[in-house]
């Protein structure tokens, strides 16, 4: 595990490897681990060293709630334990296979069920961080401004602590740094799939956690050139490798790898030690 850290919202000490909850689910598919291994992975996490941990209440599928197995392996929880939420256009996992007109999650109202529905099912009276994800939606119809004011808005009633955004572009983090204070940008981006370096940079000069979703590709594993070669040269796995090179790119990125595996859990995590110099930098890039 890195020692590295950051200030999450300038006040939340987190190391820079966390976790994602997503994949405990199966949602929006794919397989997931039994009920006793999911609040394991949860155990194991917290035990090596992980105080950052993604979720979202739609992450529900066939009545297995990342949040409902967050409450379960660790309430009452850590103190220095950070979890960081999300809301959206999605009222309910389910809601992903609607038509972009029937996905409401973005309404004054709905957004304060998303937020209350956090608090519930996690079991806490304040929400450390939600992010508002965008991208759900057609851009052009999606509002921006005032679900995020709408966020501000419960925040300044106590039941938020910080805000971030997801799924965002250069010029919706710009536009949200003069609405509100951002903690953290959530966006997909990893060794081969790069078009946030922009932004990453943005982030990182403005003092903004950038936390990047899909760190090895997601459901489309990374293939970037020469990563197996720099995996064989230190002895380690091309996702670990994949990791490192996120870790390595800026200060600012906090990674939340998610698995349904024990085994991957503790790769991910070890990758934190992996240094890779700069002669497999530049053969990766």
Not at 152 to 168: D, K, M, P, T
Request: contains cysteine; charged residues 25%.
């Amino acid at each position: 595990m890195t020692t590295e850290r950051w200030a999450l919202g300038g006040d939340l000490s987190v190391a820079r490897i966390g976790y994602g909850t997503m994949k405990l689910t199966g949602w929006p598919r794919g397989d997931r681990p039994s009920r006793e291994t999911a609040l394991g992975i949860l155990r194991r996490a917290v035990e090596l060293g992980v105080n950052h941990i993604d979720t979202a209440h739609y992450y529900s599928r066939d009545g297995v709630a990342a949040n409902e197995l967050i409450r379960e392996a660790l309430h009452p929880y850590p103190d220095d334990l950070v979890i960081v939420t999300k809301v959206g256009a999605l009222v309910e996992g389910s809601d992903i296979a609607l038509p972009a007109g029937e996905k409401t999650g973005l309404t004054p109202d709905n957004l304060r069920r998303a937020v209350e529905a956090n608090l519930r099912s996690l079991g806490l009276d304040r929400l450390d961080v939600v992010n508002l994800r965008m991208g759900d939606l057609d851009r052009a119809e999606a509002p921006f401004a005032a679900p995020l004011e709408t966020l501000l808005a419960l925040r300044e009633e106590g039941l938020i602590r910080h805000l971030g955004i997801s799924n965002v572009t250069s010029a919706e983090f710009a536009e949200a740094r003069e609405i509100a204070p951002i903690a953290c940008v959530q966006n997909l981006y990893n060794l081969s799939q790069r078009d946030d370096d922009p932004l990453v940079d943005a982030c990182a000069e403005a003092g903004v956690a950038y936390v990047p979703f899909f760190p090895v590709g997601g459901f489309q594993p990374i293939t970037a050139k020469h990563l197996d070669a720099v995996a064989a040269r230190h002895r380690v796995t091309a996702p670990q490798v994949a990791l490192a090179w996120l870790l390595a790119r800026s200060p600012n990125i906090l990674l939340i790898p998610g698995t349904g595996s024990l085994d991957h859990l503790e790769e991910n995590i070890a990758a934190g030690a992996l240094r890779p110099s700069a002669e497999d930098i530049a053969e990766l890039e």
